[in-house]
Each structure stands twice: as structure tokens, then as C-alpha cells.
């Protein structure tokens, strides 16, 4: 199954006696940081591993198949948060961790990823020590911010809401907004990485009539003459993001819409 890692491991040795392991998977578009995690649940008491995931589609079947307790997420896959707000509307149990970058580090963002879900706001630079901690007080509190990140959740100014902007003549959803369902947005996934609707079907478990029914609604929500016009809209407007790598600045995360939308 493409970006999806699940690994279930039983409970530690020396566990408190009734107390629960907690199954933690990560979200990260970087294999040796998804392997650090890893390594970080494996040797805390009460953590269990769940699972990985690279994508945005990959994290939905993670988290409906697997169901871990906590998930990690990094804010540069998910700079608008669409991606939280769908895991929590998929499981209200679930425990969302996010990690910020420095480029994501505004009143604004942190703001929008509480705003979607998210129980824990903690440094993408985060050690080892204080992201155990941060998943276990997130789930036992449901709310954990990091204190270096404290300041920047302190009232954040509003702004007034952005309008629908124009794309090749057509009127989108503004960046923030997600006119798409949870299925929806997993098949606009699988399109743009070229996938046919057999083979969405086949990775999605679902039948090839029921794809072309989803395709269907995503053109006509996003106003697309076709399914390239649809990933161009969708890259433009902020409902899917490039994939991205540690060494990524803001100059290649705009060349490599640019080349998305070509």
C-alpha cells in the first residue's frame, strides 16, 4: 500500500499494571525523521507504534484502518490544515500532535491548526524527552502547547476573511477552505499523482463507477473542465501541497507548485 507503514507492537514490559499503551503513528514527508519518531515510541513505556504515512491520502487509510491513539503531524504537509481537520472529523477520539516549522511559526497558523483539531502545538525541533510528554499530555488533557510556542497563541489578530480569488477564469475557494469531502479530497490526491480511476479504485478499495462519481463532484465543486484543470485549481488554492523536503525553502515550495500546475 503506497505511503502507508502500519506496525503494531504489544505492550512494553513493566507497564503499569490497567494502565493502556497508547498506539502513535506520524505523518511526515521525510523517511529518516518518520524513523526517528519510530525510534522515540519504541523505547518510552506506555507508546506503542502504529504506523507512518507520507501523504495526506496515506494518513486517511493509516488512521481508518488502523485507528492509533495519537498521530503526529508536520505543519509543512499540512500548511492549511485540511489535513487535521479531516483526520478529526474521521475520529473525534483521536489525538492530533502537530509540529510546527519555523516557516509555519506565526499566531496565524497556530491559531488555524487549534482551530482544526489539533491538541498539541509543539516545535518540529522538539527533543525526544519533551514530544513523549507532549503525546502523553495531550491525550490525557487534550490540550498541550509547548512553551515556546505559548506567546504565539495568545489572542492572534484577526484578519478579515479572504474572498474567492479568480483562477483561469474560474471562481475558487480562498486558501483555508476545503469544498472537497474526506473521499473527495483522497481521489484528488491519487489524480494528481497520475493515477487512472482503476487504480484509485484498487488503492482506495472502492469500485471504479463510485471513483468516476467522486471525480465528477470534484470538477463541478472546483469549477474544472477536466481532471488537470482540477489539480491545477487545487494546487493554486491551497487544497493540495507539493511534497516537500527539509532542504525546501520558500522559493522551491513556489517552484514546485509552479511545476504542479504546469
Sequence with gaps: MRGIEPHRTPMS?????????????????????REGIA??????????????????????????????DVVILDSALDPNCHLAKLLNAGDPALVLVTLV????????????????????????????????????????????????LSALTARPKREPSPRAAPVDGH??????????????????????????????AKLLFLSVETVRTHVKSILRK???????????????????????DDSAGPAAVQEAVARSTR
Design 39 to 68: 525510534a522515540m515510541v519504541h523505547r518510552t513505556l506506555g507508546l506503542h507504534w502504529s504506523g507512518q504515512a507520507a501523504s495526506h491520502h496515506a494518513a486517511m487509510q493509516l488512521c481508518e484502518q488502523v485507528r492509533p
Design 101 to 148: 516549522r519555523d516557516t509555519n511559526r506565526t499566531q496565524q497558523y497556530l491559531a488555524a491548526a487549534i482551530g482544526a483539531g489539533a491538541h498539541a502545538i509543539v516545535p518540529r525541533a522538539v527533543d525526544s524527552r519533551r514530544l513523549a510528554e507532549a503525546v502523553r499530555r495531550a491525550h490525557h488533557d487534550r490540550r498541550y502547547i509547548d512553551p515556546a
Design 171 to 200: 471562481l475558487v475557494q480562498p486558501k483555508g477552505a476545503m469544498p472537497l469531502s474526506r473521499r473527495e479530497y483522497q481521489v484528488l490526491q491519487l489524480v494528481a499523482e497520475g493515477l487512472e480511476n482503476s487504480g484509485i
Design 13 to 33: 514490559a513493566g507497564q503499569p499494571a490497567g494502565g493502556r499503551s497508547l498506539g502513535v503513528a506520524v505523518v511526515d514527508p521525510i523517511p529518516i525523521f
Design 222 to 244: 472546483l469549477s474544472a473542465r477536466d481532471r488537470t484543470h482540477a489539480v491545477t485549481i487545487a494546487f493554486r488554492s491551497g487544497i493540495l501541497v507539493p511534497q516537500l
